[in-house]
């Protein structure tokens, strides 16, 4: 298995020429990785759309090429027969170098078509998805591909377990500042505001940013947190 060099797109055109040299002469628009995982090899993953017609993954680490081959993996077994409805489909894929092209298909979210749409239709189709998905035989075949595959980490660890399990990885005693835990929820909300408002992509909430930036200030006020505080605004 090999993995690009960087995230570049001279490094992904010399992929696309091993992989799909039909599309190795095409415009290649490739995003600038976020600083905040430069530092982690995990996370040397990114997608890039080439020819306006193709959504190409790829990875520039050991760690997340191993994540990406175990995707192409899943991904190939389910789109054979018997297939899993509407799952992406798969131009080309490769383990060396480690790479998955999908078709691009323009969309929009439900919420802005719901009005337009047949409530009745999109249900069955939601569910005629999700049925094949969780069918045990859907199971079977990307297990023989990827091997036996883990269980999921849902729903999210409850209050009582964390007070009984996360206690022996924290230091005794240690006192969580409720300033420094809402500045740290501050500046995470706002930094997803910021990405998806720059990517042109709608917020998880389907609010505009002046929305997400007054709710935030309403549960500041009502928690009775200063917003001018040194934490919050440092």
């Not at 760690?63 to 192409?72: D, F, G, N, S």
């Not at 389907?206 to 605004?233: C, K, N, Q, S, Y």
Request: hydrophobic share 45%; charged share 20%.
């Amino acid at each position: 298995m090999r993995w690009l060099a960087e995230c570049s797109a001279v490094a992904l055109g010399e992929a696309l020429r091993v992989v799909a040299p039909e599309l190795s002469g095409g415009p290649v628009t490739v995003p600038v990785p976020d600083p905040a995982v430069k530092g982690d090899p995990l996370w040397w993953s990114s997608s890039a759309v080439v020819c306006e017609r193709f959504i190409v993954k790829f990875a520039w680490s050991r760690p997340a090429a191993l994540r990406l081959a175990h995707e192409i993996g899943v991904l190939t077994a389910l789109t054979r027969e018997p297939r899993v409805p509407f799952l992406p489909e798969v131009v080309a894929s490769s383990t060396d170098p480690v790479l998955l092209i999908t078709r691009f298909v323009p969309g929009a979210s439900l919420f802005e078509v719901i009005s337009s749409i047949d409530p009745d239709q999109a249900g069955r189709q939601l569910a005629g998805f999700l049925a094949a998905l969780h069918d045990p035989s859907a199971r079977q075949r990307a297990e023989v591909v990827v091997g036996e595959l883990g269980g999921v980490w849902l729903p999210p660890a409850t209050t009582q377990t964390l007070r009984e399990r996360f206690g022996r990885w924290a230091r005794p005693g240690r006192h969580l500042s409720t300033d420094r835990v809402m500045a740290w929820h501050l500046r995470t909300a706002l930094d997803d505001a910021l990405w998806r408002s720059e990517a042109g992509i709608p917020l998880t909430d389907h609010r505009t940013p002046p929305e997400r930036a007054d709710d935030l200030a309403a549960r500041f006020t009502m928690l009775g947190i200063d917003p001018e505080a040194p934490f919050l605004v440092g």
